[in-house]
């Protein structure tokens, strides 16, 4: 199992190539940063769970040099909401910040589809984070409350957090609607499509979906390339494992570049009967 057939380096091929294009398109988006004549490059990374989208950017934020925040999985809006007036009113005026929002999926509901439109608006004056309701101070840290009164809408209510100093670097498992998915649409999804080609109009999209041969060569890539199998010493090893995952994939579990970790662990800590884990832990039962 040391050996690679032609449809694992084809494979392999297109994952690299499909896994390298995020990496460059970030690298495109920390340029423009750091830029003092470029306009917002907010950037959209939509594609399938399971193949590091975070481990990419982040990677590719730090080797840039970019002051960045990372927000992970915010379950509500005030969650968000606290987090930014706080980042707002510690940053240091007439410089940028990459908002980094990992899994923050739920600015994509109906509810909150307008705010997320404002945050990326590409008129600085209309940079914004609106919101109008009333605010409970008690949803907030003491931190964020300290803060808040700068914040709030005189005379009305909700709150108001310019975020024309803000750059915001969205990663998602969604799959937003594009141009070519318009036909054949119910009300209801024909608003959702709206809201979407709203979105992709005023950020650098980059969303990719992979083929089952796809995501084994960019899982591939990283396990021999770019560290994710770095605890195995020998490439006989992290090659094996590999192999096994492509014999296997579909009677897997699941397919990711954590499961290769896993995978990799188990070798480790049980030499002589590794195989035997896995086929426990991350085969369907048939």
Known sequence: MNKLTTNQKVAIELGMRQRK???RQTIRMAKKVKSTTAKYVDQLIAGPSGTGKSFNIL??????GLQFFEMTGNASIFGFMGNLLYLHSQKPKGKKLVIFLDDCDFL??????????NLTATDPQDRKFQYTKAVNEKQFSDAQQHVLPNYLNEGTHGLTIPCDEFVFVIASNIELYDETQLSGLTASQKKTAEHHLAIRGRMKPYDFKLTKDEKWGWIYDAGMNDGALDMLAKKADKLFLLNWMWSNWDQMKETSIRTIEKMAEDMIEDPSDFVEYWELDYLVKL
Do not use: A
């Open 21 to 23: 294009g995020l990496i």
């Open 59 to 64: 990677k590719t934020l730090r080797s840039q």
């Open 108 to 117: 994509f509901e109906p509810k909150n589809i307008n705010i997320l439109k």
